[in-house]
C-alpha cells in the first residue's frame, strides 16, 4: 500500500503569530483561526512546500529539533489533528 | 411604519420605526442632544412591531424587528418600550457590524487614551464606565467598544447607559445631576433604569482613543490582581467579540494588535469603590 | 409612499436607476435587499452608481464581509471534498457554493448560507458515515423528524460541523419525494460539469431547471427574488455563449418534468428583471406568452415594503399554504403536523 504523503498550507495562507506556549495561526483559504501549541507550528514549518511521508517528517523534526520521546504515534496523531483543521492536507 | 425616530450613536445610524408613540417619544427624549444619521441614511433599521392586530392595544407586546433579527426573542410590554430599542439597536450592531472589530466591553477615555473593561454580565463593566465617568473620564461606550482594524484605535458608541439593580443607587448618588431614563422594574434582567451620557461624552462620539489598557474585571471577589498572557487574553477576547469570525483577516490583525500592544489585567473587586480605586492606581503605572 | 420591491429588482437591472434615489430611497433600497438577501449583489451592482457619501460606506462595509463569506463558503466545499474523496462518489456543488466555484457572474456579490451538494442516492449511506466521521454531527436530534426525512425527503438530515459550526446539506434528488415533480438525478449527475478541484456543478440547463424547481415547488416563494436573479444571471451568461441556450433549457426541463416550472421562472424573470429570455415555436413549441396568474406571483415576489417588512399577508399565506400541498399529499400533511402539534411544536 503507498504511504500516504502530507503537504502544509501553502506559505501565503497562513498568517502566523507566535504569543507565548501557544501560536496563533490565521488561514486566509478558511478564514478560520486556530490557537495551537508544539509541536504543530513545527510539523507545519518541517513540511515546508514539500509532499513527504510521516516517516521522512519525523526525521526532518529530528535534525531541526530536540525531539525528546516523539514516536510514530504521537507524531500521526499531531498530523492527524492538523488534517483535520485543514492546515494540513493528506494525498 | 408609523411613528419613527433616528439617531446616530458613535459612527452607526439608525431608524427606529414603531407601531406606538411612547417609545419613540421616550427616546426622543432620552437622545435628545444626539445627532442625526450621516446623510440621514441610517446603517441599521430596528421595527418595534405587534405581532398580531391586537397586540396593538391588548396587553399591548412589543416584538423585535428590524435588519438582523434573531427569531426566538421575547417580545416586551410596551412599557419597557425603550429597553425594546435598546436590545433591538444592539442585536444590530452584534449581528451586523462589519466595520470594526466588536467587543462586549465597556470603555471609557482619558488623555486620549482608553481603558476597555469586558467581561460576563454582571461582572460591572456598565457600572465601573458610569461610575469614572462621574470622575472626569469621557464616556466612550458601556455595552460596545469598536476597534478599527486599520489604526487599532477603539471608536465610541455612547448609548445610554444600561444599569440593573442595585448599580441603579449606586450610580444615581455618584451622579446626583444625571439624566436618567424611567425606571422600568420586572424588565427579564431585573430593574433596568437607564442613564444619558453627560453632553461632553456625546459631543466627542466622534473621537477615537488607543487602548492603553485591558481589564477583566470580576464583581463580588476579594481585592485581586492578575497580569494575564496573551493567548489568554486573545481567548477572552474573542469570546467577548461577535464579529471577530465574521471580520476575517481583518478582525485577525485587530485582535493580534491589540493583544500585542496593550496591558492586560485581571481584577477582582468587592465593590464599586475598591473597583474605582483599583482602575485609577492601575492606570497611574501604566 | 407605498413600496415594494420594485426599487430593488429595478436597482438591480438597471443600476444607473438609483442614482436619482434620495437619502429615503437609499434607506429603503438598502433595507430591502438585506430583508431579501441580495445586499452583496445590489453592492456589486451599484458599485459605480453615484451616491451619498453615508450609503457609500454603508455598501463598502457589505462588500468586505461577502468576500469573507465567499471565501468561507468555498472552504467548506473543500472540507467536504477532502472528508469524502476516499469513497469516489461524485460530488456535484449546488446553489451559491456552486456559482461561486465555478465564477459565473450568478456568484458575484451573492450570500452563501449553507453547503449544498448533490450524490448518487447508492452513494448516500456511505457519504453521510464520512462526514460524521470527519467531525459533522446531525445539527436536530428529534428520532420523527430523522424517520420522516430520510424516507421522503430529498436529502439527509441538516448535518452541522462541530468545530467550523457550518451546516452541510446532502442531497440524492432535488425535490422532495413526496412532491409531484420527480427531476431525473441519475441525468443530472451524469451530465454534471467537473471543476479544477475535482468538485462538479450541474449542467448549464440543468441549474436553471434547479433553480426553477427550487424557486417554486420547493418553498412558499421566500428568497424568490434571489433566486429569480440567479436564473436571470445564468441566462444572460449562458445565452451570451450558446445563441439557442433557452432551447436546450427547455429541452432538458421537460425531461425533467419541469417545463412549466421554467416557462413560468422565464416569464417572471423577464418582467422583474428584463431578462432576454424568448419561446421558440421550433423544434419544439414553447411559449412565454405571460399568463393571468403571473401577476399573483409577482405580486408574492415583490412583497416587502421600504422597512424590510413582508407585505401583502393574504397572498403570502396563499402561496405558503400552496407549497406545503405541492411537497406532501394531503393525508401526509395531516399526520406531519399532528404529530407536530402532540410534541408540543406549533403548527408548521
Avoid at chain 1, 498550507?9 to 478560520?32: C, K, Q, V
Avoid at chain 3, 399565506?317 to 401526509?332: E, T
Wanted: glycine share 6%; charged share 25%; aromatic share 8%.
Amino acid at each position: 500500500m503507498a504511504e500516504r504523503l502530507y503537504r502544509a498550507a501553502s506559505a501565503e495562507t497562513l498568517l502566523i503569530e507566535p504569543l507565548d506556549e501557544f501560536t496563533l495561526i490565521f488561514h486566509r483559504a478558511s478564514g478560520l483561526t486556530h490557537l495551537v501549541a508544539a509541536p504543530a507550528p513545527e510539523i507545519i514549518a518541517a513540511l515546508d512546500r514539500d509532499q513527504i511521508s510521516a516517516a521522512t517528517l519525523l526525521e526532518r523534526l529530528g535534525t531541526r529539533y530536540e525531539l525528546g520521546d516523539a514516536s510514530d504515534e504521537l507524531l500521526q496523531a499531531r498530523l492527524d489533528e492538523l488534517v483535520a483543521i485543514g492546515l494540513v492536507a493528506a494525498l | 411604519m408609523k411613528h419613527v425616530f433616528t439617531v446616530r450613536i458613535g459612527p452607526a445610524g439608525f431608524r427606529v420605526g414603531s407601531d406606538w408613540r411612547a417609545p419613540i417619544r421616550a427616546l426622543e427624549r432620552l437622545y435628545a442632544g444626539y445627532p442625526a444619521p450621516e446623510d440621514n441614511i441610517p446603517d441599521f433599521t430596528v421595527r418595534l412591531f405587534a405581532a398580531r392586530p391586537w397586540r396593538h392595544w391588548l396587553r399591548p407586546s412589543i416584538t423585535l424587528g428590524g435588519d438582523f433579527v434573531l427569531p426566538e426573542a421575547a417580545p416586551l410590554p410596551l412599557s419597557q418600550g425603550v429597553l425594546a430599542a435598546e436590545m433591538a439597536m444592539n442585536l444590530q450592531m452584534a449581528m451586523g457590524q462589519r466595520r470594526y472589530l466588536l467587543l462586549h466591553a465597556s470603555a471609557v477615555e482619558r488623555e486620549g487614551r482608553a481603558v476597555l473593561m469586558t467581561g460576563l454580565s454582571g461582572a460591572g463593566k456598565s457600572t465601573l464606565a458610569a461610575l469614572l465617568a462621574a470622575r472626569g473620564w469621557r464616556l466612550m461606550g458601556d455595552e460596545f467598544a469598536l476597534i478599527d482594524p486599520a489604526s487599532g484605535l477603539v471608536h465610541a458608541f455612547p448609548r445610554l447607559v444600561s444599569l440593573k439593580n442595585r448599580a441603579i443607587e449606586v450610580v444615581r448618588k455618584a451622579l446626583p445631576e444625571g439624566r436618567f431614563g424611567p425606571l422600568l422594574a420586572g424588565t427579564p434582567k431585573g430593574d433596568i433604569q437607564h442613564l444619558v451620557p453627560d453632553s461632553r461624552s456625546i459631543a466627542r462620539m466622534g473621537d477615537p482613543a488607543r487602548p492603553a489598557l485591558l481589564l477583566f474585571p470580576r464583581f463580588g471577589f476579594d481585592n485581586a490582581e492578575r497580569g494575564l498572557g496573551p493567548s489568554e487574553v486573545f481567548v477572552r477576547l474573542t469570546q467577548a467579540s461577535t464579529n471577530y469570525v465574521a471580520l476575517g483577516e481583518r478582525g485577525f490583525a485587530a485582535m493580534t494588535r491589540l493583544v500585542r500592544e496593550v496591558a492586560a489585567c485581571a481584577i477582582d473587586y468587592p465593590d464599586a469603590d475598591a473597583a474605582i480605586t483599583h482602575v485609577e492606581r492601575l492606570w497611574a503605572t501604566l | 409612499m407605498n413600496r415594494d420591491a420594485t426599487l430593488l429588482a429595478r436597482a438591480l437591472y438597471d443600476p444607473m436607476s438609483a442614482a436619482p434615489l434620495d437619502a429615503a430611497g437609499w434607506t429603503d433600497l438598502i433595507a430591502i435587499a438585506r430583508a431579501e438577501q441580495l445586499t452583496g449583489t445590489l453592492v456589486h451592482r451599484v458599485a459605480d452608481v453615484p451616491k451619498p457619501p453615508a450609503a457609500s460606506r454603508i455598501l463598502a462595509d457589505a462588500r468586505a464581509s461577502i468576500a469573507d463569506q465567499r471565501r468561507a463558503a468555498l472552504w467548506e466545499a473543500e472540507a467536504a471534498r477532502r472528508a469524502l474523496i476516499s469513497i469516489g462518489t461524485p460530488i456535484i456543488l449546488l446553489k451559491g457554493t456552486a456559482y461561486a466555484a465555478a465564477e459565473l457572474t450568478a456568484g458575484e456579490g451573492r450570500s452563501i448560507g449553507d453547503l449544498d451538494i448533490l450524490v448518487p442516492r447508492d452513494a448516500i449511506a456511505q457519504v453521510e458515515r464520512a462526514l460524521l466521521a470527519a467531525g459533522w454531527e446531525w445539527a436536530k436530534p428529534d428520532p420523527y423528524d430523522d424517520a420522516y426525512y430520510r424516507r421522503w425527503m430529498h436529502e439527509l438530515p441538516p448535518l452541522i460541523h462541530r468545530e467550523r459550526d457550518r451546516m452541510i446539506d446532502v442531497h440524492h434528488t432535488i425535490l422532495p419525494l413526496t412532491a409531484r415533480i420527480t427531476p431525473d438525478a441519475q441525468a443530472m449527475i451524469a451530465d454534471s460539469v467537473l471543476l479544477d478541484n475535482g468538485l462538479r456543478i450541474l449542467s448549464a440547463p440543468d441549474m436553471i431547471c434547479h433553480a426553477a424547481a427550487h424557486l417554486f415547488a420547493d418553498g412558499d416563494l421566500a428568497g424568490g427574488l434571489r433566486n429569480l436573479w440567479d436564473i436571470d444571471r445564468l441566462c444572460r451568461d449562458f445565452m451570451m455563449r450558446h445563441e439557442d441556450f433557452c432551447l436546450s433549457v427547455y429541452k432538458r426541463a421537460r425531461h425533467h418534468g419541469l417545463l412549466v416550472a421554467v416557462q413560468r421562472a422565464f416569464r417572471l424573470a423577464r418582467d422583474i428583471y428584463e431578462t432576454p429570455v424568448r419561446g421558440y415555436s421550433a423544434p419544439i413549441c414553447v411559449s412565454l406568452d405571460s399568463r393571468s396568474s403571473d401577476a399573483l406571483f409577482r405580486r408574492r415576489l415583490l412583497a416587502r415594503d421600504g422597512w424590510g417588512r413582508p407585505t401583502r399577508r393574504l397572498t403570502r399565506f396563499g402561496f405558503y399554504v400552496r407549497s406545503h400541498w405541492l411537497r406532501m399529499p394531503p393525508a401526509m400533511l395531516v399526520r406531519h403536523l399532528w404529530t407536530k402539534w402532540r410534541k408540543g411544536y406549533r403548527s408548521a
